[in-house]
């Protein structure tokens, strides 16, 4: 008896040390719905951050747009009424154009291409830049995979084939300007009101990655899907300055270091599930179709007239020409 008290004792002892009797909880939105890349990065963060900070700081994430659409809670964390958030880095765009050079079509093509970009010197000038821009900070970058369209009425294949369909996008100039360079007139519209346009046919289709499709249950409302490859989503986590700027020095260096290891997990959550989740979606009873010869058509439109157009917006040619040489390719 007097051992097993002794042993109690021992584990309270053991417990208070591990656990500190404050523990400070982060309100981390995500746009998405669970078991996709958003909620994946937000785990491993908070995982992260609790492991880093000896239990002082955690987080609770919100998913699902709960805690608002993911272009209104970048305001939200400038503005200091939300502490964290997850989102697709095109819904930042429209508050910090740079940014806007990861969502030019055609501009990363592979997973390793986003890892090489947002882990490097790019990424550091795009995260200070955005911090200057919009108030926010992005501490760790999520890796999605392509964009796919997906759309409920037939099989697309090629430019003529899209031409009459209604596709939802994001509401960001790049994306816009990409299906009108593709001759459609798309349909910009919130995140968050994206599942019911298509469930009640307003629109007919929309693009994201097939984790997002599958997150999101857009198999329900969806039939096919065109492999599409124009825009690798990268879905950045990002801190309120404000917050971030209240913390102190190790409490900061916590937060970054939770951050780089859940941009790590992210990348390999996504080399670990994307075909999984591609094969869940044909059994599901969804089409794929490959655009035809390469994608060349879609690629050759996109890229000669959406480019220049931008080129000012996201603060000169030189920024894109960055980003490509740091690529490996050719500048423009
Ligand atoms: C959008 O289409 O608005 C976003 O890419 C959705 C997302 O965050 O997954």
Redesign the pocket.
Known sequence: MKTTRILLAGTTICLMAAFPAFSKEYRIAV??GAG?T?EALGKAFVEALEQESGGEMTGKLFVNGQLGD?QDTVTAAATGTLDFSI??I??ITPFSPSVGTLTLPYVILSQEDAEKVTQGEVGQQMVEQTIEDAGVRIIGWGY?GF?VLTNSKKPISTVADLQGLVVR??KNEIMIETYKSWGINPTPM??GE?FAALQQKVVDG????YM?VNA?KFYEVQKYITNLRYIF?I?PLIISEALFESLDEEQQQQVLAAGQAATQASAAFLREQESKIRDELVARGMEITEPADDEKEFIDLATSTVWPKFYDQIGGVEVLNNVLTSLGRDPV
């Open positions: 746009g998405d996709g958003q993911e989102l697709a095109n819904n999605s964009r996008v994001p919130a995140w994206t929309q693009d994201n990655p997002t999101m989503s879905e």
